[in-house]
Nanobody
Framework: QVQLVESGGGLMQPGGSLRLSCTTS????????MAWYRQVPGKERELVAS???????NYADSVKDRFTISRGNAENTMYLQMNNLRPEDTAVYYC????????WGQGTQVTVSS
């Protein structure tokens, strides 16, 4: 069973930057379009960014030009570079494939506040 582990969250002031990491227990990126999602309590999980095995990326309008999704040199690692953070980016961030094929991890909390 694939395990997804997210890390790198924290408390950041508006305008700051964070880099989130996603590590999987198995090599799945080659075979799946991978994505970052986020969820705020009481709201549905939202797709933030996705990346194909060829490196093609897509972003939600709310994060376009601020966030960058990428895959690491290791075949089981993925990143989300978040710049110019805003309070509305506050959420728990998760990684998974498009279509959420795998069991959700614990996520990593990102809080943007002054």
């Amino acid at each position: 069973q694939v395990q997804l582990v997210e890390s790198g969250g924290g408390l950041m002031q508006p305008g700051g930057s964070l880099r989130l990491s996603c590590t999987t227990s198995r090599i799945i990126f080659v075979f799946n379009v991978m994505a970052w999602y986020r969820q705020v309590p009481g709201k549905e999980r939202e797709l933030v960014a996705s990346i194909t095995n060829k490196g093609n990326t897509n972003y939600a309008d709310s994060v376009k030009d601020r966030f960058t999704i990428s895959r690491g040199n290791a075949e089981n690692t993925m990143y989300l570079q978040m710049n110019n953070l805003r309070p509305e980016d506050t959420a728990v961030y998760y990684c998974n494939s498009i279509g959420s094929k795998f069991r959700w991890g614990q996520g990593t909390q990102v809080t943007v506040s002054s």
